[in-house]
């Protein structure tokens, strides 16, 4: 799973809670993303960043919150508002430039809400 | 709009029989192009890609695939399929933003199943 860690690896959660899945790489990637897998949907993309302190929502931000607050970290906050969060949570990242522009992936959170 | 297609959901192959798994793609300029293969409960990993040059591009695992421009097409391929490519294969394409910036767009994935 190439340099990016994710934690934890199963995560319950009550209704009204919020929780905050980690993200870190030690790739050097300046661009890092998080997305939502469910079963026959494939990926979906919920933020992304392309660089320290700044963030854009993705096509299924709400109930999510982000943070970049350093190059190697990207969490993301699943809050209460987020009503079907039940879902494998996927972290990747990225360089921004010259060829080596595939995502790594994190080994992925199972989130289930109890 | 950006999207891409896996028309398949999926895919059986007996084993040591060549493999084609479809991706259908469309996006403004010149397209990036990305397979990547899920395991049960594990994160994506990168096969391989097409920037520019050779239309066969040659991946990890024997895997290859065709990119077709006037078909929009990115088959992903092998001659002889194994038991152990059985998993989730996904398609991406890498496109730019209203804002300039990038971001990946995902099929919806084909289950390959290989029968020994």
């Known amino acids: 799973d190439g340099g990016i860690t994710q934690s934890p690896k199963y995560l319950f959660r009550k209704e009204g809670q919020n929780v905050t899945l980690s993200c870190e790489q030690n790739l050097n990637h300046d661009a890092m993303y998080w997305y939502r897998q469910d079963p026959g949907q494939g990926l979906r993309l919920i933020y992304y960043?392309?660089?320290?302190?700044?963030?854009q929502k993705g096509d299924i931000a709400e109930g999510y919150s982000v943070s970049r607050e350093k190059k190697e970290s990207f969490p993301l906050t699943v809050t209460s508002a987020q009503k079907n969060p039940t879902a494998f949570y996927l972290c990747?990242?990225?360089?921004?430039?010259?060829?080596?522009?595939?995502?790594?992936f994190g080994p992925g959170t199972r989130l289930t809400v109890l | 709009a950006q999207s891409v297609a896996q028309p398949e959901d999926q895919v059986n192959v007996a084993e040591g029989n060549p493999l084609t798994v479809k991706c259908t793609y469309s996006v403004s300029g010149n397209p990036y192009l990305f397979w990547y293969v899920q395991y049960p409960n594990r994160g994506l990993q990168f096969l391989l890609k097409y920037i520019t040059g050779d239309n066969l591009v040659k991946g990890s695992y024997g895997f290859e695939a065709e990119f077709n421009k006037s078909q929009t097409s990115f088959h992903l391929k092998k001659p002889s399929a194994l038991v152990s490519d059985s998993a989730l294969y996904f398609c991406?394409?890498?496109?730019?933003?209203?804002?300039?910036?990038?971001?990946?767009?995902f099929g919806t994935g084909t289950r390959l199943k290989v029968l020994a």
């Open positions: 991406a394409v890498r496109g730019r933003t209203t804002s300039g910036t990038y971001k990946y767009i």
């Open positions: 960043s392309q660089i320290v302190n700044d963030f």
């Open positions: 990747a990242s990225s360089t921004t430039s010259g060829r080596l522009n595939e995502q790594f």
